[in-house]
């Protein structure tokens, strides 16, 4: 029902993404852990540059 992906965006600092899913209600929800990184992958366009 649920999958985490940990991502490191630097010899200090990571983030997870934690995905739960109750229902597959769409196609792509079936894989749980597919979903997360996709999701892991929209959070890492959005951060901002480091220092």
Not at 7 to 34: H, M, N, W
Not at 37 to 49: D, F, Q, S, W
């Amino acid at each position: 029902m649920s999958c985490g992906v940990y991502v490191g965006v630097s010899d200090t600092q990571a983030f997870l993404t934690a995905v739960t899913i109750l229902r597959d209600v769409k196609p792509e929800y079936k894989d749980r852990c597919a979903f997360a990184e996709k999701i892991a992958g929209m959070v890492l366009t959005n951060l901002p540059p480091g220092s």
